[in-house]
């Protein structure tokens, strides 16, 4: 079993910034990618950047709204990938999901989901 825990969650002005954590844990030699989801209110999930996990560096960005404002990255010492949200828009306003996925495509049935962290930006 994987465990997923996220924090960093919370209240920021808009243009400010945070930084999203995810801790995995447990049985990881199945999980080969890293990634943040988030969801707005009345809005399905939808997948923003993902990076490889283990030997893998390699990031992707899935989602235009949050290119060049958000980046993600990962400690391996620590098991931990970061999520660094800059300039921060009311629209982002969300519950974010750390997903770790043990399948060869990003698929909401193939990873193993955190519990979320909100995240509010007031304009």
């Known amino acids: 079993q994987v465990q997923v825990v996220e924090s960093g969650g919370g209240l920021v002005q808009a243009g400010g910034s945070l930084r999203l954590s995810c801790a995995v844990s447990g049985s990881t030699f199945s999980v080969n990618a890293i990634g943040w989801y988030r969801q707005a209110p009345g809005k399905q999930r939808e997948l923003l950047l993902s990076i490889g996990n283990g030997d893998s560096t390699t990031t992707t960005n899935y989602a235009d709204s949050v290119k060049g404002r958000f980046t993600i990255s990962r400690d391996n010492a620590k098991n931990t990938v970061y999520l660094q949200m800059n300039s921060l828009k009311a629209e982002d306003t969300a519950v974010y999901y750390c997903?770790?996925?043990?399948?060869?495509?990003?698929?909401?049935?193939?990873?193993?989901w955190g519990q979320g962290t909100q995240v509010t930006v007031s304009s």
């Open positions: 997903a770790a996925r043990f399948g060869s495509v990003w698929s909401q049935r193939n990873v193993y």
